[in-house]
């Protein structure tokens, strides 16, 4: 008996032993991270980030915005188009040509004869913007509308010649597309599209925070007047160092993070975050917009 109680004692120790050893191995496999960040103004020194808080993430942003996006589908173009009061023609067009956007000079410069003679929104403006070129040499309509009753083979014939001739005059003479955008403003959606682009891009966000914060959270550290943080006691593993959504703004530059980080069993991970590392506000929000 006494031997026996000897023995279990004796395991009782030993079991000791070995947990406090695992402990020790644990605590000695873990590893961390010291930071310093730091924004370059243009033209300027590199600022500090101070007080600002830093988040440690087992995902990517980049990769977690794909997974909100999910969740938040992007916007439907063809949709869209589809729901608006114009001709099925101009329909095409903007589903064709991926574009809303009905105004400005990179507009009115893509466009084409064919696309202003197939689209009747554009024949339209086309037409009443270049009322005025008649006798410098605007093609002049020869058919009559008595003759689309009365010949209708012979109004035919010369309509037809007189849209070739218009198509022709608007390759030769392309400055004459110039202006028509501003009477084509009343049907122009760009600035509905552009709405329904912002909300989703909010949307987008949040959901992509909240994600973030939810399911790959390991840490967060704010950093001192210095601009120094850190994250201890971390398992071996794979990282991203990013701030969720907050921006670091010196001057006329506005960054933000989402910088992997390896970390070691017992070692020190050492991160300079400067504007070369960092994601410019700028590329986040056009990776956003669709």
Known sequence: M???SYVRGLAFVSALFLLASAGHLAAQSKGRIEFD??????????????????????KSMDDVRAEALQLEPAPDL????????????????????????????????SLTADEIMDVPEFFKAYMSRNAGFQGVGFPKPKFKEKDRDANPEKYKLEKDEYSAAIRKFIGAVPESIKGIDVDLTEINPSAKWQRILSGHKQRLESRTVELAQQRYLVGRADTDLEGHGSFTGLAPGAYWISMMGIEAISGDVRLRWDLPVSVRPGETARV???NLNAVRASDTAQNSTH
């Open 37 to 58: 960040a730091r924004v370059s103004p243009t033209g300027g020194r590199p600022e500090p980030v101070r007080q600002m808080t830093f988040y440690l993430l087992s």
């Open 78 to 109: 063809d949709k869209f188009a589809d729901g608006l009061t114009v001709t099925p023609e101009l329909k095409t067009w903007m589903k064709k040509r991926r574009l809303l956007d009905l105004a400005g000079s990179d507009f009115t410069k």
């Open 272 to 274: 300079e975050l400067t």
């Open 2 to 4: 006494k031997i026996n």
